[in-house]
């Protein structure tokens, strides 16, 4: 699209930049109007370990389940010390969630998006069926990811999330 050429100009320039200063060796950027639909983008189908990006399906599934089960924010879910995450946090959250107690699946949403809760994601893809979140990966015309720690989500693909997300508010 013609109008973003000179973002498209600055972003190879920052990103070039960036990697030659050793302060990045992979790099890409997906930007989309989207009102109108142009987008532009640097290395955008590059395949990334999906890692904390499958937290935004998990919760667009746990949401969808309201619809079949209206109380389901409100079950509790118990964080055993067989569920702490062996993932490493990059960001960790400001506060942890304490082994041996009950949180809501509401609480464990709020704390996976908000503070990038590794053991609140644990909790929640644990309460949930794994149908739920390969539909909707099949829903939103994404591959389900067979391996989260393989690489094989585009940022073009994640996109499509926060579109749909976007255009149905």
Do not use: C
Not at 35 to 49: M, S
Not at 63 to 92: G, M
């Amino acid at each position: 699209y013609k109008g973003f050429a000179s973002l498209q100009l600055s972003l190879n320039n920052a990103i070039a930049t960036h990697v030659a200063a050793g302060d990045a060796t992979s790099v890409s950027v997906y930007v989309r109007d989207m009102d109108q639909g142009q987008w532009t983008g640097v290395n955008y189908d590059r395949q990334y370990v999906a890692a904390s990006l499958v937290k935004v399906p998990l919760m667009i599934g746990l949401l969808r389940e309201v619809r079949n089960d209206a109380n389901i924010l409100s079950k509790e879910v118990a964080f055993t010390p067989l569920q702490v995450s062996k993932l490493t946090e990059h960001y960790p959250p400001p506060t942890h969630l304490e082994v041996g107690h009950t949180y809501t699946l509401q609480a464990l949403m709020e704390a996976m998006i908000k503070h990038s809760d590794n053991d609140a994601t644990q909790l929640i893809a644990g309460a949930l069926d794994d149908k739920i979140l390969s539909d909707v990966y099949t829903n939103f015309d994404v591959a389900p990811l067979e391996d989260p720690n393989a690489s094989n989500l585009s940022p073009n693909n994640y996109m499509r999330f926060f579109r749909i997300l976007y255009n149905a508010s």
